[in-house]
């Protein structure tokens, strides 16, 4: 079934290489000048050259915007991200042409029919990071053994709201013959609901990555035999009912202003009225569904709404058993964004069952 999925992965560039390069000598200037015009620029030397490119353009970018508030970062995010990506690196052989470069696997295994192409610099720098934490493993606090995500897959690096998954699952003494975690991502909520006694966990996930990258991290183990996978919408082609349901859904609502939605960082308007309705049809009359989620979109003010508060109060499907609270660590001091509203974050832990008739 895996090789049927298809992966996620940066589209090759095959159109002739672009006449304006940047070597390290050319004018850094002329260069952001020619970005901003919207032509594209080769990386050619060495890899280091790239790494300028994107330090320069970033400051110069910068001094067009305060950065001071969560909705001008996003700003400042979507005019980098749309100008970085006329930056170039050639892949010939499957290999970055360039000297001094780092050996990323994902170009032989993402590309095995295409060897020489183009692909922007921060696809590049995304395929680096992420071949690092594949290859070298992630230590994730809740989990025993290291993960290993594959490339294009979701996984948290913060780790508040596992932790309060985490305590709750200490304390649960419901059963635990099956469970459905919605949007499985790096498999880590499912991993912890099998470290606490659960017989199968069945994972979904709309990203094929996910589906692909976990299957491959099971193998043949006994954790494949325990976690059963599908790539779909929300529950997939789970239709039975289930004592546990697990959603930690996107944090932040998309907005039009938004280019290529993430889907693991922004909801839409019709995710969470989608979710309930599926989910009342799949839990069992004695099952918990539980959902972690954060006060993020409200403390930044990009929005009032809060959705699970909104299903409450006019869904007529669930009612609260318990919410915990727990405001977040601060931010890392290697953190450059101003971050003061993190002081009034809290994340979230939603317990529900069904509403009595």
Known sequence: MTEAIKINKP?????????VVFDGTTDIKLSIEAI????????????????LLM?????????????????????????????????????????????KAPFIGWLEELYPEKSDFLLTFPQVQGLNSSWEWYKNGISIPV?????????????????DHLAQFDQWLKRYTG???????????????????VQYGFQKVFGTDSNPNAIV??????????????IELDLGHLFGKWEKQTELIVFNPPWLPA???????????????????????AAKKRLLPDGKLLLLFSNLAQITELTKEHPIEKELAEGCR??????????????????????????????????????EA
């Not at 901003?36 to 790494?51: D, M």
Request: proline residues 4%; aromatic residues 12%.
């Open 36 to 51: 901003e015009a919207g032509k594209q620029v080769l990386i050619t030397a060495f890899y280091s050259n790239g790494l």
């Open 318 to 355: 669930f009612q609260l058993a318990r919410c915990f609270k727990k405001s977040v660590k601060p931010a890392s001091k290697k953190t450059k964004r101003d971050q003061n509203w993190r002081t009034d974050e809290v994340v979230e832990l939603w317990e529900l069952t069904q509403k």
């Open 175 to 193: 059963p635990k013959k099956t469970a459905i975690d919605i949007g499985v991502g790096s498999g880590i909520l499912a991993l912890q609901m």
């Open 255 to 277: 907005s039009n202003a938004v280019e290529n939605l993430d889907t693991g960082i922004y909801y839409n308007e019709m995710l969470f009225p989608e979710f309930f309705a």
């Open 143 to 159: 989990l025993r053994n290291k993960l290993h995500p594959y490339y294009g897959t979701y996984f948290p690096t913060r780790f």
């Open 11 to 19: 589209e090759p560039i095959t159109s002739a290489k672009p006449k």
């Open 55 to 99: 330090k320069e353009l970033k400051a110069h970018l910068q001094k067009k915007f305060s950065n001071t508030t969560f909705q001008e970062q996003r700003e400042f995010r979507a005019a980098y991200h749309k100008l970085s990506n006329l930056v170039l690196i050639e892949i010939a052989g499957n290999k970055l042409a360039l000297k």
């Open 213 to 226: 990258g976990l299957k491959a991290f099971m193998g043949d183990t006994k954790l494949s035999r325990k």
